[in-house]
């Protein structure tokens, strides 16, 4: 299967995810310049990597979502491709109304730099499908606007449509007000669209693909793309 | 084509919690302010508008509001003021 980058200026966990899927998953990545206006058609899988682009100015992702790539990205999501936003990445797609809800700053007004403990909720995802749900994954995180907010009528259709993939909970799985870094309501990780085609979360998956680096959590999100992916393609051969 | 000064306010919805605002209240009240209560962060947003009229610089500094300044989400604005701007001479 194939990655396809995008690349904002600002952007700076590009790289980073490239290394995680050559390297780590062995599959190939190509990076889309933010001034592109299509998604090349051999790309599987979209992923709006980390960073802090456009310098944060105005709000995370206010002026990325703008970018001429995010014109191709939404038409790529409505055709059911996949996207995967990281940090950044999430709160581009939330600007974009790729998914729903917005981020405040964190609720400690710091930026938030360590590892944290996410519960998977769902594992019948493209990102989830190595899991098990309740599985409790350890990934980075590193964000001073990662507060996850939906007003409640918006948050009640999120659980009800269980859109909700990654919440911060403890070592044992337990959702406590301590282990939420941010004060993101519901303890809010990451969240898919109604689909299930999108996901954004703030956790950092790439950085936690090697022992090196602490961790290979991160890697089975990426694993669970390349199994679905590769499902797919066995699934089309056969019909 | 005249050209107007038009300053915007962004605030945070007033049912979400501003946790700056709170912060910064706290510390105004540890100064002795204790008369200051309910403080808000906001962004202020100034920018000169080429337009007809002063309604028509409002009307663009208020679709530039909805469709960037300000995340409905999260956000309210508030367009303060429209006022004639001198132009700036072209060297």
Same mark, same amino acid.
């Given at each position: 299967m194939k990655f396809g980058i995008v690349v904002f200026p600002g952007s700076n966990c590009d790289w980073d995810v490239y290394w995680a899927v050559r390297a780590g998953l062995g599959e190939e990545a190509e990076f889309?310049?933010?001034?592109e206006e299509s998604i090349p058609g051999d790309i599987d899988c979209v992923v709006l990597p980390g960073g802090f682009s456009y310098g944060d100015y105005l709000r995370s992702g206010a002026i990325a979502r703008f970018a001429p790539i995010m014109g191709a990205v939404a038409r790529f999501a409505r055709a059911g491709g996949l996207v995967l936003g990281i940090c950044n990445g999430f709160q581009i797609l939330c600007e974009a109304g790729l998914l729903p809800g917005a981020f405040l700053r964190n609720r400690q007004l710091r930026f938030v730099c360590r590892s944290v403990f996410v519960r998977v909720e769902r594992s019948d995802t493209p990102f989830t499908n190595l899991l098990?749900? +309740?599985?409790v994954l350890r990934l980075p995180v590193a964000? +001073?606007?990662g507060n996850y907010y939906a007003e409640p009528s918006v948050l009640r259709e999120l659980e009800r449509r +269980?859109?909700?993939l990654f919440r911060y909970c403890d070592a044992a799985g337990q959702l406590t007000e301590d282990a939420n870094p941010n004060g993101s309501v519901a303890n809010i990780a990451g969240v898919l669209s109604p689909e299930g085609n999108v996901l954004g979360m703030m956790p950092h998956p790439e950085r936690a693909c090697e022992t090196l680096l602490g961790g290979t959590d991160g890697l089975t999100v990426f694993e669970s793309l390349q199994r679905h992916c590769t499902m797919a393609v066995a699934t089309s051969a056969v019909l | 084509?005249?050209?107007f000064r038009v300053a915007a306010v962004v605030t945070l919805r007033r049912s979400i919690a501003d946790v700056q605002g709170t912060t910064v209240e706290q510390a105004l009240h540890a100064l002795g302010f204790r008369a200051i209560e309910n403080v808000r962060i906001g962004k202020y947003v100034e920018m000169e508008?080429?337009?007809a009229? *002063?309604?028509? *610089?409002?009307?663009?500094?208020? &679709?530039?509001? &909805?469709?960037?300044?300000?995340n409905p989400v999260i956000e309210d604005y508030q367009i303060l003021a429209v006022t004639p701007a001198v132009a700036k001479e072209v060297p």
């Open positions: 889309l310049w933010h001034k098990q749900p +309740g599985a964000h +001073g606007e +269980g859109q909700i | 084509m005249d050209r508008i080429r337009a009229s *002063a309604e028509e *610089a409002h009307r663009h500094a208020e &679709q530039a509001c &909805q469709r960037l300044l300000a």
